[in-house]
């Protein structure tokens, strides 16, 4: 399977599992290891209110899933939040409760 359907299967079963209301739509792959100003994900916020996940993925596989749970503990926050995001201490709670539940599986599921 490609990363991308890959990844948006296991974002969006991880959002359900949660009880998230706001579904990832879209995937972008990024063949990179960071972006130009260092990040390795974002969350966007489409102006049709669609969400997209952009991920650097040239990078070891629990890496990449470290940065898909970071960006989906964003997204189960709330849209509002999306375009204002901070790392706060409900991110802090969502991000590390989704790590220890998720982060094995989704690392497996990568490709390596
Ligand atoms: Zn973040």
Do not use: C
């Not at 969502?94 to 690392?107: A, P, Q």
């Amino acid at each position: 399977m490609r990363w991308r359907d890959l990844i948006l299967e296991v974002a969006n079963e991880i959002i359900r599992l949660e009880g998230g209301t706001v579904p990832v739509t879209d995937i972008r792959i990024v063949p990179a290891q960071t972006f130009f100003d260092m990040s390795h994900g974002t969350t966007i916020l489409e102006e049709n209110g669609d969400i997209a996940l952009r991920v650097a993925v040239d990078r070891p596989p629990a890496e990449v899933g470290d940065t898909i749970i970071h960006e989906l503990a964003h997204v189960l926050l709330g849209r509002e939040h999306i375009d204002n995001p901070d790392h706060g201490p409900r991110f802090q709670e969502i991000y590390e409760r989704l790590k220890k539940k998720y982060l094995d599986t989704v690392t497996g599921d990568l490709p390596p």
